[in-house]
């Protein structure tokens, strides 16, 4: 009797450890956590991205979650500073008890974040700033979803220049001071040297800057024709008005955050057809339908505040959704990373291509599509379909 009781106990203490489930999980429950830019002036970023995070959860939520499992999404505010984004994951992880992280706010905040992430082996897909620091090195249980900025100018560059190969064209960049804007220089230098177009002017500044008259005068005086605008936001906005007041005959390059409606309007006074690079769709088909399944999730109010931020954490959840699936009942933060590292050809309901994380880098919705912003329609058009640049 003695032999068969010892033997019950190690049957039962081996099945408890092997049901034992990981933070953030429980028979009904997936909690998942997301950091993002809910205050400041970028608030109207990281409500977009929250917004496609409640979208994905309520999809498949209404199909009966993760084999039946509901997602719970726990979001924190961390006003796009880096140190916030550290202690409001320290919150996820110690209070509520994440199990997966899907909204990483900036690329400092989600760097900020790293050592909590690799620490606690958390399942983290990145789409929010797909900056090529987060992926190399590549860390294990971290998956980033989006092109890099270095290909996203280098797809605009190409563009303007095949549309109108001018050997009086002159070129120019104006970047942020950081790595940011590294990557952005990097698509254009690409460019420049591919193409053997007249490289006019480099011009930086510091994040924050907002007054940009001097270097539209150097602009001008450089007879700037093509630019490369690696401001961001306002910034952005600021930097075509001062060209505008100079009567600059410009064609932009933007970074994919004016390809936003609340971005787009502080280009528009200034009257250029800026152009946008981007790893989702920013019109067509795909956004309508969309549109019209997000409205069993959300109110008329949020529906007006879908953005291609939206868009990009909707398919980040979905595709970290799609692997806990396969992890069936046992599901464990181990057991997702695994079934991420096989994602192979995700369907995004035609939002971007394809997700196949199954590569070295864990890296995935690299494919680039060229928009342009026609400011006396207020509309953006698409120039040239998803491409791998």
Known sequence: MKTIAMTLAAFLASTMLAHAADPGVSDTEIKIGDVNIMT?????????????????????NSKGGVNGRKITVITEDDGYIPARSFQALTKLIEVDEIFALNGTSGTA??????????ENNIPTVVSQAPAEIVYKPVRASVFTFGASYEDAFYAQLKYIHEKNPSTDAVWGIIRQDDDFGKEVEAGYDRAVKEFGVKDGIRLRFKKGTTNFSAEAAQMKAAGIT?????????????????????????????????????????LAPAGYDFLVGDYVSLTGPANDKFVEMAKQFVSEDELKDISRYTYASFIGLTSLAAAMEKCGQELTRQCTIDNLKTLKDFDTMGLSAPVSFDN?????????????????????????????Y
């Open 360 to 388: 070295p880098e864990q890296h995935s919705g690299t494919a680039v599509a060229v928009y342009q912003y026609m400011a006396k329609d207020g509309k953006f058009e698409e120039r040239v379909p998803f491409q791998q």
């Open 226 to 266: 093509v630019l490369a605008n690696g401001g961001i936001f306002a910034g952005a906005g600021n930097i075509l008005a001062e060209a505008r007041k100079l009567d600059i005959p410009l064609q932009p390059a933007e970074v994919w955050s004016e390809g936003i409606p609340a971005s787009a309007r502080l």
């Open 109 to 118: 905040n989600v760097m900020a974040m790293m050592p909590l992430i690799e």
């Open 40 to 60: 400041g002036p970028a608030a109207f970023v990281g409500k977009g991205f929250a917004l496609g995070t409640k979208i994905a959860a309520g999809l498949i």
